[in-house]
């Protein structure tokens, strides 16, 4: 059954570092995701991502965070310079778009460590 | 603004009894709800879905859901829960627009439930 993969599984850096995650969508799939879980809380929304431009996002999701499809299979999140409330497991999930099946695909997530 | 509600943090039952799980959301039109489990260290595996039609769905694992327009939930059944079930659960609800499939899930703060024996 095709899923989502994500890469690195666990990423540690020092603060003030850039930090690239990277997801692999489900092959067919055209919206793509990215959410945060801080240890503890609830999933949050950061931004979602069709047609090779940003659809939407989140007031978390501000000038320190940006997106991209490289290719026509990877999908990045790049933190700039990381600070320590970035430390969070960061999913990402892609959907077909399909009323029919408008459901999102989640990976196992990037446990990120900002020390 | 779209927001869900999960009153329970944490939730004990022994195996074999029955299970349900509070979700109540706020939304202005027909949302999109689902429910996600997450085992520890695990991703984000979804149970069901609710869109449109039947009230009541059917999901993975012998788990159901109600959509209960009235009350704004969308509860989590299961009539006998396995030592296997013990997860965090997490209600979303996704905007109902019909024309795009890009849209934001928000999430409650999750039930932790845990089995006994």
């Known amino acids: 059954e095709p899923e989502v993969t994500q890469t690195p599984s666990h990423q540690v850096t020092q603060m003030g570092q850039e930090v690239i995650l990277r997801c692999v969508p489900i092959?067919?799939?055209?919206?793509f995701y990215w959410y945060r879980q801080i240890l503890g809380q609830k999933v949050e929304f950061l931004v979602s991502f069709y047609n090779n431009e940003i659809s939407e996002k989140s007031e978390i999701f501000d000038d320190q965070f940006s997106v991209e499809r490289p290719d026509g299979s990877n999908f990045t999140l790049k933190i700039r310079s990381t600070k320590l409330e970035d430390s969070a497991m960061y999913f990402c999930?892609?959907?077909?778009?399909?009323?029919?099946?408008?459901?999102?695909?989640f990976g196992p997530g990037t446990r990120l460590t900002v020390l | 603004a779209q927001s869900v509600t999960q009153p329970d943090i944490h939730i004990t039952v022994s195996e074999g009894a029955s299970l349900e799980l509070r979700c109540n959301y706020s939304y202005g039109a027909t949302p999109y709800l689902f429910w996600y489990v997450q085992s520890p260290g695990q991703g984000l595996q979804l149970l069901l879905k609710y869109f449109s039609g039947d009230t009541l769905v059917q999901g993975i694992k012998g788990f159901e859901a109600e959509f209960k327009r009235s009350q704004s939930s969308f509860n989590l059944r299961k009539p006998s829960v396995h030592w296997s079930d013990a997860a965090e659960y997490f209600c979303?609800?996704?905007?109902?627009?019909?024309?795009?499939?890009?849209?934001?899930?928000?999430f409650g703060t999750g039930t932790r439930l845990t089995i006994i024996p």
């Open positions: 999930a892609s959907s077909t778009g399909l009323v029919t099946s408008n459901e999102q695909f």
């Open positions: 979303a609800v996704g905007a109902g627009r019909l024309s795009f499939g890009n849209e934001k899930l928000t």
């Open positions: 092959s067919n799939h055209l919206y």
